[in-house]
């Protein structure tokens, strides 16, 4: 299976599950807008258990959770994160976000064109 290397770098933004952007979930405004951006792609990945600034730990129970954890990836070149940045000033209220640089690896015939 061909594949290809290359350096890129990865956004990732630390933020609440009941954290809200214009009426809607945050992390799902912040896909939407790397979407709308053209970023090579988002996941969210929703925490079981964690804490943050305030100490206070937030888990899942059986029947509850109260604001879990949340954290959204998203991997491009440093062009296409540097484009997500002035957004994120303005939609994040509270949260953490880092940045560092990757190799990754890319299996199969789709190359994504820009």
Not at 53 to 77: K, M, N, Y
Request: with cysteine.
């Amino acid at each position: 299976m061909p594949k290809s290397t290359e350096c890129a770098k990865r956004l990732r933004i630390y933020i609440g599950e009941d954290d809200r952007w214009d009426g809607e979930p945050l992390y799902y405004a912040i896909v939407l807008k790397a979407k709308e951006l053209d970023l090579a792609g988002a996941t969210v990945f929703r925490g079981l258990v964690g804490f943050g600034a305030h100490s206070r730990i937030h888990e899942a129970t059986f029947l509850l959770s109260g604001d879990l954890p949340v954290l959204v990836e998203i991997i491009d070149s440093e062009e296409y994160i540097n484009k997500m940045l002035p957004y994120l000033d303005q939609m994040v209220q509270e949260g953490l976000v880092t940045i560092d640089d990757i190799e990754i690896v890319k299996y199969g015939k789709t190359v994504r064109k820009r």
